[in-house]
């Protein structure tokens, strides 16, 4: 695994200017980071419940030009140690919220994985400490940005489930990174639901505007 | 430690993930290629012993003259080739060049690579022969010179081992990608350099760093020579192969040969057509296989603990004196066991048997 944060750490993870910059006196000493406040207040948190296409899922951010080049950065370039500065500032919380869950990936690419080296989603996840069931996966890369909605919404054909005895009876936690139409979570829910006690959503960056034109919840 | 790309040399940049430093500063550089740039640091050898003085006096020399020129090491049979070159090549690592090693047999590429990742650990090593040419990238490149077309003026070094050996010596067409892929200087590992290379010597073109004693001191096994009508050849074979230890490696000269002998002794045999070499490789270095008959396939670059060998008919063409010499330097390269038995069978002796024989007795007299 790459380098945790370190309780040493002075420089932030995006800028890497000092870590206090930019904090209120607040945060300065209660609230432990990773980015400083300058970057810190160009993302934009949401933290709500939203409907998305008749399911409920819970947002951290929203997904704006800041988010995108931090996810492109992240999964593009391949930048692993980016993974921590997402959940920091919310993980106590989290932890809490989702206590005894099973935490289930929206899935990537094998192909996609193998280049990077690591698992996107898993790795900013693995922070909540929770079990992880890696039971969906999905056959080819489909590029999602470039196709149109049809095509999106075709994607329910590529997920497969595999190994859902170890399903039964668990409290899932279905987490992704990006949820822009919320066509794949709304297949991998789906997919999960026959089996699973309960279904909990979570996603690090939500559409704004697929979340505007919604009733907030 | 500096970024190759960037330059960057503030260490708050540089993170280490999976055993590879990046740097973070111009990661997001990298674009749609997607690959995890390697920081030119400091790289450090890591070797389960010691270099004796000679070698290290020797491996910066190396070191020094590669920077400028070209170099022939010519060293014996199992002084060490491999870890001479290893200052060389962290030097050039740690200024962020390129280095590549080229090796006429592939067998060689693969024992070599994983000994290269040992000795470097966080250095990406990619071996390139036929089988493993998917992985091009990498900053240690280890392949057989058929595979160096590959890599256009890719290298600020090429250490090409053994350039007198078959099939390198005289093919102009790997000869002309050893010169297109290579940029910078050249360096020549041989135990028995050809008349070409000594030329270069002469015309002051290359520099020569000669080592004539392993690191363990002990002289180099002279082979003992038995001239016999070919009739009793096998009988004189099974009578060492009873009187001396095993493991044992039987040298033949033709696969059709190696067939035959095999046969006669039921043993495993390896040659360029057999297809489990590397399986029967693994047997034989395990000490399952206690005697082996090969070609001359394994005869170079090759490192077998406590082994013996016998050549049968030693007088055939395939047995120059640059292979023989190669054959007798298999014996006692370990530095708890620098003894050993080599024994030439054959019916008429030739100028290869005469010129091995007076190399190898000229190189103890000098050590």
Same mark, same amino acid.
């Given at each position: 695994?790459?380098?945790?944060?370190?309780?040493?750490?002075?420089?932030?993870?995006?800028?890497?200017?000092?870590?206090?910059?930019?904090?209120?006196?607040?945060?300065?000493?209660? #609230?432990?980071?990773?980015?400083?406040?300058?970057?810190?207040?160009?993302?934009?948190?949401?933290?709500?419940?939203?409907?998305?296409?008749?399911?409920? =899922?819970?947002?951290?951010?929203?997904?704006?030009?800041?988010?995108?080049?931090?996810?492109?950065?992240?999964?593009?370039?391949?930048?692993?140690?980016?993974?921590?500065?997402?959940?920091?500032?919310?993980?106590? #919380?989290?932890?809490?919220?989702?206590?005894?869950?099973?935490?289930? +990936?929206?899935?990537?690419?094998?192909?996609?994985?193998?280049?990077?080296?690591?698992?996107?989603?898993?790795?900013?996840?693995?922070?909540?400490?929770?079990?992880?069931?890696?039971? +969906?996966?999905?056959?080819?890369?489909?590029?999602?940005?470039?196709?149109?909605?049809?095509?999106?919404?075709?994607?329910?054909?590529?997920?497969?489930?595999?190994?859902?005895?170890?399903?039964?009876?668990?409290?899932?936690?279905?987490?992704?990174?990006?949820?822009?139409?919320?066509?794949?979570?709304?297949?991998?829910?789906?997919?999960?639901?026959?089996?699973?006690?309960?279904?909990?959503?979570?996603?690090?960056?939500?559409?704004?505007?697929?979340?505007?034109?919604?009733?907030?919840? | 430690?500096?970024?190759?790309?960037?330059?960057?040399?503030?260490?708050?940049?540089? =993170?280490?993930?999976?055993?590879?430093?990046?740097?973070?500063?111009?990661?997001?550089?990298?674009?749609?290629?997607?690959?995890?740039?390697?920081?030119?640091?400091?790289?450090?050898?890591?070797?389960?012993?010691?270099?004796? /003085?000679?070698?290290?006096?020797?491996?910066?020399?190396?070191?020094?003259?590669?920077?400028?020129?070209?170099?022939?090491?010519?060293?014996?049979?199992?002084? @060490?080739?491999?870890? +001479?070159?290893?200052?060389?090549?962290?030097?050039?690592?740690?200024? @962020?060049?390129?280095?590549?090693?080229?090796?006429?047999?592939?067998? =060689?590429?693969?024992?070599?690579?994983?000994?290269?990742?040992?000795?470097?650990?966080?250095?990406?090593?990619?071996?390139?022969?036929?089988?493993?040419?998917?992985?091009?990238?990498?900053?240690?490149?280890?392949?057989?010179?058929?595979?160096?077309?590959?890599?256009?003026?890719?290298?600020?070094? +090429?250490?090409?081992?053994?350039?007198?050996?078959?099939?390198? %010596?005289?093919?102009?067409?790997?000869?002309?990608?050893?010169?297109? *892929?290579?940029?910078?200087?050249?360096?020549?590992?041989?135990?028995?350099?050809?008349?070409?290379?000594?030329?270069?010597?002469?015309?002051?073109?290359?520099?020569?760093?000669?080592?004539?004693?392993?690191?363990?001191?002990? *002289?180099?096994?002279?082979?003992?020579?038995?001239?016999?009508?070919?009739?009793?050849?096998?009988?004189?074979?099974?009578?060492?192969?009873?009187?001396?230890?095993? /493991?044992?490696?039987?040298?033949?000269?033709?696969?059709?040969?190696?067939?035959?002998?095999?046969?006669?002794?039921?043993?495993?045999?390896?040659?360029?057509?057999?297809?489990?070499?590397?399986?029967?490789? #693994?047997?034989?270095?395990?000490?399952?296989?206690?005697?082996?008959?090969?070609?001359?396939?394994?005869?170079?670059?090759?490192?077998?603990?406590?082994?013996?060998?016998?050549?049968?008919?030693?007088?055939?063409?395939?047995?120059?004196?640059?292979?023989?010499?190669?054959?007798?330097?298999?014996?006692?390269?370990?530095?708890?066991?620098?003894?050993?038995?080599?024994?030439?069978?054959?019916?008429?002796?030739? %100028? @290869?048997?005469?010129?091995?024989?007076?190399?190898?007795?000229?190189?103890?007299?000098?050590?």
């Amino acid at each position: 695994m790459h380098q945790r944060y370190q309780k040493g750490q002075r420089f932030c993870l995006i800028c890497f200017d000092e870590l206090s910059a930019g904090k209120s006196l607040v945060d300065l000493w209660l #609230r432990e980071d990773v980015i400083c406040g300058k970057c810190r207040s160009r993302f934009h948190p949401f933290n709500r419940i939203a409907e998305v296409m008749g399911l409920k =899922v819970y947002g951290l951010y929203h997904y704006d030009e800041m988010m995108s080049t931090m996810m492109h950065q992240y999964k593009e370039c391949h930048d692993e140690t980016l993974s921590q500065c997402f959940l920091f500032p919310q993980l106590k #919380r989290l932890r809490k919220r989702y206590k005894g869950c099973t935490l289930v +990936l929206v899935p990537s690419a094998i192909e996609k994985t193998e280049e990077r080296g690591f698992h996107a989603v898993k790795t900013i996840f693995t922070e909540l400490n929770l079990p992880i069931l890696d039971c +969906l996966s999905k056959d080819s890369d489909i590029k999602q940005s470039t196709s149109n909605p049809l095509v999106r919404h075709a994607i329910a054909a590529h997920l497969h489930l595999h190994s859902e005895d170890e399903l039964i009876g668990k409290d899932v936690l279905l987490v992704d990174d990006v949820c822009t139409t919320g066509s794949t979570m709304k297949a991998c829910a789906e997919l999960i639901l026959p089996y699973a006690a309960s279904i909990q959503c979570l996603s690090v960056s939500i559409h704004p505007l697929l979340v505007k034109s919604k009733r907030f919840l | 430690m500096h970024c190759t790309r960037c330059d960057c040399q503030d260490p708050k940049y540089f =993170v280490v993930i999976r055993g590879l430093t990046i740097c973070r500063r111009c990661i997001s550089y990298n674009g749609n290629e997607g690959n995890v740039l390697s920081v030119g640091n400091e790289i450090e050898i890591d070797l389960p012993f010691e270099l004796t /003085p000679s070698q290290q006096i020797a491996s910066h020399r190396i070191a020094d003259a590669a920077q400028k020129r070209d170099v022939l090491v010519k060293a014996v049979c199992g002084a @060490g080739k491999t870890e +001479l070159v290893m200052e060389t090549i962290r030097r050039f690592l740690t200024e @962020g060049k390129t280095i590549g090693v080229a090796i006429a047999r592939r067998q =060689v590429v693969l024992q070599l690579s994983e000994r290269f990742r040992q000795a470097f650990p966080g250095v990406q090593v990619s071996e390139v022969c036929e089988g493993h040419t998917k992985q091009l990238s990498g900053q240690l490149i280890v392949c057989t010179t058929h595979q160096l077309f590959r890599f256009p003026n890719a290298f600020d070094c +090429l250490i090409l081992d053994e350039p007198d050996a078959f099939p390198f %010596k005289g093919n102009d067409v790997l000869h002309g990608f050893s010169r297109i *892929a290579c940029r910078g200087t050249f360096i020549y590992l041989s135990a028995t350099p050809d008349r070409e290379l000594l030329m270069k010597v002469k015309k002051n073109e290359c520099e020569l760093v000669a080592i004539n004693q392993r690191p363990h001191g002990a *002289a180099l096994p002279v082979p003992h020579l038995v001239q016999m009508p070919k009739t009793f050849h096998r009988l004189i074979l099974i009578a060492w192969m009873r009187r001396t230890r095993t /493991p044992q490696l039987i040298f033949v000269p033709t696969i059709d040969q190696a067939e035959r002998l095999a046969k006669f002794f039921r043993l495993k045999f390896v040659t360029s057509h057999s297809e489990d070499i590397e399986e029967t490789l #693994r047997q034989f270095t395990a000490g399952n296989l206690k005697r082996l008959i090969c070609t001359t396939v394994l005869e170079r670059g090759l490192t077998f603990a406590h082994v013996q060998v016998a050549v049968m008919s030693a007088d055939h063409v395939v047995f120059d004196a640059s292979s023989l010499t190669q054959i007798s330097g298999r014996v006692g390269r370990s530095m708890d066991d620098p003894s050993g038995e080599v024994l030439f069978l054959f019916d008429a002796k030739t %100028k @290869g048997i005469r010129r091995c024989i007076n190399d190898i007795k000229k190189a103890n007299a000098s050590a």
